[in-house]
């Protein structure tokens, strides 16, 4: 059974960083699209990245491009969402999914597997 588990989430202060990292077990990372979506308090899951099963090509939410940068290892079964010049708005749970196909979608219906998140709160 595919598990994902994330990690590196915490309190910043705005306009600061984190990196998020998320390790794949069970199954091999490089059959994988990843994603990286969030859900704050009240709100619909949404996504924020997404990188491909080749090539590397990613793709971001408006809302943080040019801020946040998604990553992959594969032989070290880890992505990564290396987020800077984080805002308060940044704040949720931010998760990581893998789906088998060579695309990530936008859609959190599609993917596969999920870890179980990890907190982000962005306050000064």
């Known amino acids: 059974q595919v598990q994902l588990v994330e990690s590196g989430g915490g309190l910043v202060q705005p306009g600061g960083s984190l990196r998020l990292s998320c390790t794949v077990s069970?199954?091999?990372?490089?059959?994988?699209?990843m994603g990286w979506f969030r859900q704050a308090p009240g709100k619909e899951r949404e996504f924020v990245a997404g990188?491909?099963?080749?090539?590397?090509?990613?793709t971001y939410a408006d809302s943080v491009k040019g801020r946040f940068t998604i990553s992959r290892d594969n032989a070290k079964s880890t992505a990564y969402l290396q987020m800077n010049s984080l805002k308060p708005e940044d704040t949720a749970i931010y998760f990581c999914?893998?789906?088998?196909?060579?695309?990530?979608?936008?859609?959190?219906?599609?993917?596969?597997?999920w870890g179980q998140g990890t907190q982000v709160t962005v306050s000064s």
């Open positions: 069970g199954g091999t990372l490089s059959d994988y699209a």
């Open positions: 999914a893998a789906v088998s196909s060579p695309r990530p979608p936008s859609s959190s219906r599609e993917y596969n597997y």
């Open positions: 990188i491909t099963r080749n090539f590397n090509i990613r």
